[in-house]
């Protein structure tokens, strides 16, 4: 699901290096909103951080949930809004709007969904994703993270059938002849795609990814406003209450 480009707040507008700068190399960029996650009925699935479930878990206990059905079910204004309240869940902001986070985290615990996966590329995005670049030709791709030079050749097969998630946490999937990469960055709830406009229209499609393309200016804090007034920070008892 192709989503209009959020508009940034002036003062992000005019702030530094944009994604595209970054990844001047490629036709475009495409921010894949990392999906939410419903547990199957019946399941006993659990989320734990530091006892996070294995790929082939939650790829048989889950269904995706996307941002806008988040949006809409919770009453937010917008993806913007879900992202900053998800960066201060993950700490990567240090305060949020009050009303919009008791509103993100009631929907979130009474139906005990799972939230946007920071960091790494979500698990049940992989194996589609990997099975799509082999469709395309490709047997194998570099798999590294962001801290690292060295860039690893896998077989695209062996990471498929591989049970645990991708090896590397900040995942950078990179086909052989660079033509396409995924990157997901620390603390943040989406990956950039980048490759020629053609090839990204036929990943989103096929995947039934949801995100948006970059324009010229889009910044990594694309969401980011400044807030002063209902706010919780990290000490509010607001934080670590359950809505459910």
Same mark, same amino acid.
């Given at each position: 699901?192709?989503?209009?480009?959020?508009?940034?707040?002036?003062? =992000?507008?005019?702030?530094?290096?944009?994604?595209?700068? $970054?990844?001047?190399?490629?036709?475009?960029?495409?921010?894949? @909103? !990392?999906?939410?996650?419903?547990?199957?009925? *019946?399941?006993?699935?659990?989320?734990?951080? *530091?006892?996070?479930?294995?790929?082939? %878990?939650? =790829?048989?206990? &889950?269904?995706?949930?996307?941002?806008?059905?988040?949006?809409?079910?919770?009453? /937010?204004?917008?993806?913007?809004?879900?992202?900053?309240?998800?960066?201060?869940?993950?700490?990567?902001?240090?305060?949020?709007?009050?009303?919009?986070?008791?509103?993100?985290?009631?929907?979130?615990?009474?139906?005990?969904?799972?939230?946007?996966? =920071?960091?790494?590329?979500?698990?049940?995005?992989? +194996?589609?994703?990997?099975?799509?670049?082999?469709?395309? *030709?490709?047997?194998?791709?570099? !798999?590294?993270?962001?801290?690292?030079d060295e860039r690893t050749s896998y077989d695209?097969?062996? /990471?498929?059938? %591989?049970?645990?998630?991708?090896?590397?946490? $900040?995942?950078?999937?990179? &086909?052989?002849?660079?033509?396409?990469?995924?990157? #997901?960055?620390?603390?943040?709830?989406? #990956?950039?795609?980048?490759?020629?406009?053609?090839?990204? *229209?036929?990943?989103?499609?096929? @995947?039934? @990814?949801?995100?948006?393309?970059? +324009?010229?200016?889009?910044?990594?804090?694309?969401?980011?406003?400044?807030?002063?007034?209902? /706010?919780?920070?990290?000490?509010?008892? %607001?934080?670590?209450?359950?809505?459910?």
């Amino acid at each position: 699901m192709e989503l209009q480009t959020p508009i940034q707040a002036k003062y =992000v507008e005019n702030d530094g290096n944009s994604i595209r700068q $970054h990844y001047a190399e490629y036709e475009a960029t495409f921010v894949i @909103l !990392h999906p939410f996650l419903k547990i199957k009925d *019946g399941s006993d699935i659990k989320f734990v951080t *530091g006892k996070w479930p294995i790929k082939d %878990e939650i =790829v048989k206990n &889950t269904t995706r949930l996307t941002w806008t059905e988040i949006v809409d079910e919770a009453q /937010l204004k917008d993806i913007n809004e879900l992202d900053r309240l998800l960066a201060f869940l993950h700490c990567a902001r240090r305060t949020a709007d009050k009303d919009g986070w008791v509103k993100l985290m009631t929907v979130i615990d009474t139906n005990n969904y799972v939230i946007a996966q =920071v960091d790494n590329y979500p698990e049940i995005l992989t +194996n589609p994703t990997l099975e799509l670049l082999k469709s395309y *030709g490709y047997d194998k791709v570099f !798999h590294y993270s962001d801290i690292s030079d060295e860039r690893t050749s896998y077989d695209i097969q062996d /990471l498929i059938n %591989e049970k645990n998630s991708l090896p590397e946490s $900040h995942t950078r999937i990179l &086909t052989p002849d660079n033509k396409i990469l995924f990157e #997901t960055d620390f603390d943040n709830r989406f #990956t950039y795609l980048s490759s020629d406009r053609k090839t990204i *229209g036929d990943i989103v499609e096929r @995947l039934d @990814l949801e995100g948006f393309y970059c +324009n010229d200016n889009t910044k990594s804090h694309w969401s980011y406003e400044d807030q002063n007034k209902n /706010l919780i920070d990290w000490d509010s008892e %607001e934080r670590n209450k359950n809505y459910a």
